[in-house]
């Protein structure tokens, strides 16, 4: 504490008048107080943190379940201000003396409609220790279930009454607890409200809890209302881009029974255009006014210019990065114009696009070129590709029909380069069919596309091209599932192979195809350049074990083969394990894989449902 002393100034050399007169006592005042403030408030600091320690409780509840006990500790009074300086003497003997009635009303949420409190209050170095003891009792069970309708549901839409009772998540011999109660209640009214019956609502409910016998008897009654139906569209929001847009895409007309469906469809339609940055669709429910509701649309829109970018990796292509430019109102039109590219370790690519405005039922008319080098296996291909296509994207199918000219070069290593090009009416289709779009647990996935070419048109030889590539999950038990994958392909002409673009043409291996092998690796190895190939198979089956909702472990068998002589196939099969991510971004796969025909481990890092 040197600061607290007062010793008579000393005088530097060359500055003799300086410390004397009025200003030298001032200096060493201020010094004083500034030392005697500092040492106040450490002593302050110190009796706060003194204060705090002795006004402090600590809380252990014992209680089981488990669920119950957490209950408890996040809602129960006594555990909740625990860690308050603040609570004096008369608050501390409220919350000991309100604590048993509040376990009581807690405990009856999740059906412990007996449970016997204890509370003891102990004082341990200076500190009170409270201790409260529950023994919950026999939880309600549900003895029977009342489920009843009134109104138009019941002669008009039986099959959605039914949708109502199953959408009703407990069942007879199910814990009672009010969460659950409240959860299949809302849960029921809400698939009773999703067609037709927007304005239902419950009109009695009732659970009658016995606690002698611990039983409870639920009875709900839904009123229907009225059949409603969709008027037209009321938009709002729309400055930069015609409004036609909106009812172009609009799969719904007006006079249409009420379908929660439908109206996502449509928010799904005008999100998949490039225009809207958000979409909000409210429906009027008023039940006198069911017929042709009006149906309140709110777009946010996209500036004109937009930039996107992105960086990326992947075990198949390594580093990559992306980007985008796009301009919305081509020739004042709302013609949406874009330049995009993409660079990784094995390929370049580059595209232009311009496009019309969706028309009527969704249909998008569009102009492209594009450019693409390839290097991988030995084997270097330089694609130009252009033309017009008209697409349809709608919930649950996508629709592509295109006219497109291929040039394609192709460098490998026993032969010069090859050039072949191909003038090719192709047509494309899409169904997704899944309970969930990011991490689907049933359902399917299938992509089929198709097309050909006349040689002289514009083309070097005559074939006609398919491809279909299929994933069906299958749910085993409340969390596993398994995943099986199919793809086929084939060029079917008379002549060889190199005579068709080998952009058109396959070759198998990688993350997404046959695993254990590298990235396009199986094809036909000429002097160990991998060329691409007429025919592909390939099918994996995978088992996927969650541990919890996030995480999971899979074990996988993959098999496939790249030909142009399906007489002289060789199958390539590999085995191996991974981990499973929900990230919030989409599903993450890590594997570990073992070519069995070329004896290689190899590991694979993929983002998304590959399709």
């Known amino acids: 504490m040197a600061g607290c002393a007062i010793d008579k100034p000393r005088l530097r050399r060359g500055k003799a008048g300086f410390g004397r007169g009025p200003v030298a006592p001032m200096r060493h005042w201020l010094r004083a107080w500034l030392a005697f403030g500092l040492v106040m408030l450490t002593l302050a600091a110190g009796n706060a943190h003194a204060a705090k320690a002795a006004a402090s409780y600590k809380v252990d509840i014992e209680a089981t379940p488990r669920s119950l006990r957490k209950l408890l500790e996040a809602h129960l009074d006594i555990a909740r201000f625990a860690k308050r300086p603040d609570i004096s003497d ?63 549901v019941l002669t008009e839409d039986p099959a959605q009454e039914n949708a109502a009772r199953f959408a009703f998540s407990l069942h007879e011999g199910d814990p009672f607890s009010q969460g659950g109660w409240d959860d299949a209640k809302n849960a029921s009214l809400k698939a009773l409200q999703a067609r037709r019956y927007l304005g239902a609502k419950i009109y009695h409910s009732e659970a009658r809890v016995d606690p002698r016998t611990h039983e409870a008897k639920l009875s709900v009654t839904y009123e229907s209302g009225p059949t ?130 969706p028309g009527r039922r969704a249909w998008t008319n569009s102009m492209l070129a594009s450019y693409t080098t390839t290097d991988v296996s030995d084997t270097r291909i330089y694609s130009i590709r252009g033309g017009v296509q008209r697409a349809r994207t709608s919930q649950f199918i996508d629709y592509n029909y295109a006219l497109l000219f291929y040039q394609d070069r192709l460098d490998q290593n026993a032969a010069a380069p090859t050039t072949s090009r191909a003038l090719v009416p192709s047509w494309s289709w899409t169904r997704r069919n899944t309970d969930d779009p990011l991490f689907p647990r049933t359902g399917n996935l299938i992509h089929v596309e198709a097309g050909f070419a006349v040689k002289g048109v514009l083309t070097d030889q005559t074939f006609i091209r398919g491809y279909a590539r299929g994933q069906q999950y299958l749910p085993i038990g409340k969390e596993d599932l398994v995943l099986i994958r199919a793809e086929l392909g084939g060029v079917f002409t008379s002549g060889p192979s ?50 919890n909702h996030d995480w999971g472990a899979a074990a996988f068998f993959d098999v496939g083969t790249a030909t142009d002589t399906w007489g002289e196939k060789v199958f390539y099969p590999g085995v191996g394990v991974g981990a499973r991510w929900r990230s919030p971004v989409g599903p993450v796969n890590v594997d570990v894989a073992y070519g069995i025909r070329n004896r290689s481990v190899r590991p694979y890092l993929t983002l998304g449902i590959a399709f």
């Open 90 to 152: 008369d608050q501390f003997e409220f919350l000991i003396t309100a604590t048993p009635q509040q376990v009581r009303d807690l405990a009856s949420t999740q059906g412990y409609f007996t449970p016997v409190v204890r509370t003891d209050v102990r004082t341990i170095d200076d500190t009170k220790r409270v201790t409260v003891s529950v023994d919950s009792g026999p939880q309600t069970v549900i003895s029977s279930i009342s489920l009843s309708f009134r109104g138009p």
């Open 228 to 357: 409603f139906t969709m008027g037209k569209l009321d938009v709002s929001g729309t400055l930069r881009y015609p409004e036609r847009i909106v009812e172009n895409v609009n799969p719904i007309s007006a006079g249409d029974i009420y379908d929660v469906q439908r109206v996502a469809e449509l928010q799904r339609q005008l999100q998949n255009t490039p225009y809207y940055a958000s979409v909000a669709i409210d429906v009027d429910s008023d039940p006198a006014k069911p017929v042709e509701t009006p149906m309140h649309v709110k777009v946010s829109e996209y500036p004109y210019n937009s930039i996107r970018g992105g960086v990326g990796y992947s075990t198949d292509n390594g580093p990559l990065v992306q980007g985008a430019y796009s301009y919305l109102d081509t020739f004042g039109k709302a013609w949406p114009f874009t330049v995009e590219g993409r660079v990784d370790q094995i390929q370049q690519y580059g595209q232009i696009e311009l496009s019309m405005p």
């Open 498 to 547: 190199s005579g068709i673009p080998a952009s058109l043409l396959f070759r198998a291996g990688g993350s997404n195809s046959v695993r254990g092998y590298g990235y396009q690796s199986i094809g036909n190895n000429v002097d160990g350049s991998v060329l691409p190939t007429k025919y592909l198979v390939t099918a994996s089956a995978e088992y996927q074990h969650w541990f």
